[in-house]
């Protein structure tokens, strides 16, 4: 298909007989059965023929989209993903999707593949995928850079980045938790890249979370009244320190954290009241 050039002396001398406008665009969309070349002919005829490379489908203008790729050179939908990147991964409609993937994030390839398998499934997203897929890498980046993106790839990672420690100063699991604990952001962000250089992605179906089994007892109160409570749980040294390493962060964020982490499993309110006492 020819390339058609607007605003040319066939174009100036034609819209004297079909001006700019609704009739034109739309005569652009079907080619008539007739397309001819002599102007004269077609002038009389505009409702039965077409102007070859005026009214014709080669003619279109075209769409906002690729008007857009041409000044930005990018889609509508890499943009949106540069440029709202916290909306894409909080808590609206995108965000709630991916984090259902989110245990498989471990890097940034996995990153991108659970992109891919949240929003392609998804029916009021399938259109920005069918946009984005296929783009370079820098245009997922800052979602990927997103603090969500980033807490994901630490608590998924967090094993790893132990053990790497555990090795580089040959010391035991608890000192090395110690360690990493009291390192600032900056030097922790560094030793979870360290980490997931060359990690290959782990492809994880989406699975419904799994609530927590809490064990209840019956008590019967000073006035008699009986009554059930979840049964106390003495809490060890690691797992204080590990709700207190992430008492700036949601509390239902750290419960969910801290049951896939220890087998005991506590309330919501155990785990706020314990963070409380020990500001």
């Known amino acids: 298909m020819a390339k058609v050039q607007h ?31 002599d102007i004269n002919e077609w002038k009389t005829k505009t409702n039965r023929m077409d102007l070859r490379h005026f009214d014709t489908k080669d003619a279109q203008e075209p769409k906002v989209k690729d008007i857009v790729k041409r000044l930005t050179g990018r889609t509508s939908g890499e943009q949106v993903l540069e440029s709202e990147p916290d909306r894409l991964v909080g808590e609206g409609v995108a965000g709630r999707v991916l984090s259902q993937y989110k245990k498989s994030i471990v890097n940034f390839e996995s990153f991108k593949k659970a992109v891919e398998l949240a929003w392609k499934r998804d029916a009021s997203l399938k259109n920005l995928w069918g946009e984005v897929k296929g783009s370079k890498d820098e245009v997922f980046m800052e979602m990927f850079k997103s603090k969500v993106v980033q807490d994901w790839l630490k608590d998924n990672n967090y094993g790893g980045i132990i053990k ?25 962000q560094s030793l979870l890249n360290r980490v997931i250089e060359g990690k290959k992605p782990k492809v994880v179906k989406a ?52 049951n896939s982490f220890f087998p005991e499993n506590r309330t919501i309110s155990s785990l706020r009241n314990k963070i409380y006492r020990a500001r």
């Open 207 to 258: 699975v419904a979370v799994k609530k927590p089994k809490v064990v209840r007892i019956t008590q019967v109160s000073k006035a008699g009244t009986q009554y059930t409570r979840v049964k106390p749980q003495r809490w060890t040294t690691n797992e204080l320190r590990f709700i207190l390493s992430r008492r700036n962060r949601p509390v239902e964020r750290v419960l969910e954290e801290y």
């Open 164 to 188: 790497s420690l555990m090795k580089k100063f040959n010391i035991e699991q608890k000192r090395a938790e110690r360690l990493y604990a009291r390192l600032p952001p900056k030097k922790q």
């Open 7 to 37: 605003n040319t002396e066939l174009d100036k001398e034609a819209k004297k007989y079909l001006p700019e406008g609704m009739a034109l665009s739309v005569d652009r969309l079907f080619d008539a059965e007739k397309i001819t070349d």
